[in-house]
């Protein structure tokens, strides 16, 4: 809907900075109790407006008459674990509050600010952009003094069209720091290397070259994570309770933005390894027929699908690969081809069964036959359909990976396999 199909009521009444997808979001229509919808919308239209103009000031008078930090933290993969490593490291020096996982930021950042009582020492806000402008309504919120921005890659490109419309909501918080801000971005992406040149704030690098680097990355006996995190002045060792390198690129963000807040490199280390991973994010099952199942059911999209990919590879180890993948959702016009790119990636994998779920991810499916003919592929439009073909796979020497957003409820599959 236009932004001039909005009635001046309705636009001052939901504030001002609100995007008109925001505004008329159907989240009552997917409820089938008239009393839960009900409940939805007196939540949408009344609680959450006066929500929003009480947080917002509410901070104002915190960062005003005390000496809370605010970390706000962006980008396309990788914000809610690089957000949960932060508040494991901060909660080790001071009151540390953080957004919850599996809510709309358009409602969890004020209801995160309302959780923050005087007295707390950080608060860290997770900025999922999905519309154009909902970063102006986030900075309308939250002013920030240090931004973390994990990587720019093709998602919500539904409504933002491209990996430069996805830069270009992004960087708005970046511009909005002042010289007296921090600005932690990632030196391997390219989208957040141009955000350098367009703020004041002084500016820390995270990964290959920066100012927060990982050397000598492996995987233990454990399945966790062993590196040595390496900065301009010095080197200490690391253990993650997850594998995969992508938890290591999160961790060099997070140990950035504490880093920015004079946090010490001996506490940094102990709130990464006392970091605890969410359930369905690369989470190791051991089977009872001696296949090993990794859960990464919680989200899915092309980056973060090719590093689940990447990790299975190296934990399998000469394994048989079994890999069931969901669809990867609001990417737009790049859908089709995202999929394809995936299905061509698994394809030169020589996996010994790919499974594809859901609606895009026939493109996948096919896109992998054309690679290799050897793979034995399946797509299915249901999870529950996956079960059956599956099934044959849980043995041992056999490791699994299950990938795909929560929509695609690929959770519900490693419910019925465990």
């Known amino acids: 809907m236009r932004e001039k199909k909005v009635s001046l009521v309705i636009r001052w009444w939901v504030t001002p900075k609100l995007p008109v997808g925001d505004i008329y979001a159907p989240y009552a229509a997917k409820e089938k109790s008239f009393l839960n919808r009900l409940k939805i919308l007196i939540s949408q239209w009344i609680i959450h407006p006066i929500k929003r103009r009480v947080a917002r000031r509410y901070l104002k008078l915190l960062q005003r008459f005390t000496n809370i930090k605010v970390v706000a933290i962006t980008g396309s993969a990788g914000k809610t674990t690089t957000k949960d490593m932060l508040a494991s490291i901060l909660s080790e020096v001071g009151p540390t509050v953080w957004t919850v996982k599996s809510i709309d930021s358009v409602y969890n950042i004020p209801n995160t600010i309302l959780k923050t009582l005087p007295g707390t020492k950080y608060l860290i806000l997770e900025m999922s952009v999905e519309f154009p402008g909902e970063m102006d309504f986030y900075l309308w919120l939250a002013k920030p003094n240090v931004v973390v921005v994990t ?94 390198t992508q938890f290591v690129q999160n961790s060099l963000a997070a140990a950035g933005a504490a880093y920015a807040l004079d946090i010490p490199i001996n506490k940094i280390k102990r709130g990464l390894e006392n970091y605890k991973k969410p359930e369905h994010r690369m989470e190791i099952i051991k089977h009872p027929s001696g296949a090993l199942i990794i859960d990464d059911s919680y989200n899915n999209n092309p980056e973060a699908a090719i590093y689940a990919l990447k990790t299975l590879k190296e934990i399998a180890n000469g394994k048989r690969l079994v890999v069931v993948m969901g669809d990867m959702l609001e990417l737009g016009k790049l859908e089709i081809k995202s ?28 896109e992998a036959k054309k690679q290799n003919q050897n793979n034995l592929t399946f797509w299915v439009s249901l999870e529950k359909k996956a079960l059956p073909i599956l099934k044959p796979y849980l043995k041992k020497n056999t490791v699994i990976l299950i990938k795909g957003s929560r929509s695609i409820s690929l959770d519900r599959l490693v419910s019925r396999l465990s």
């Open 151 to 244: 990587n720019v890659y093709p998602t919500h490109t539904q409504f933002l069209k491209s990996a430069k419309g996805v830069a270009h909501e992004k960087d708005k918080l970046v511009k909005a720091l002042t010289a007296q801000d921090t600005a932690v971005l990632n030196k391997e992406n390219i989208y957040a290397k141009e955000m350098a040149g367009k703020t004041e704030a002084k500016i820390l690098w995270f990964g290959k070259n920066g100012d927060f680097q990982a050397t000598k990355i492996r995987l233990n006996k454990k399945l966790y994570t062993n590196y040595t995190l390496a900065t301009r002045k010095s080197k200490i060792n690391v253990q993650l309770a997850v594998p995969g």
């Open 339 to 366: 999929h394809k790119d995936i299905g061509k990636f698994i394809g030169k994998m020589g996996v010994d069964c790919l499974i594809g779920v859901g609606k895009a991810s026939k493109y996948l499916v096919e």
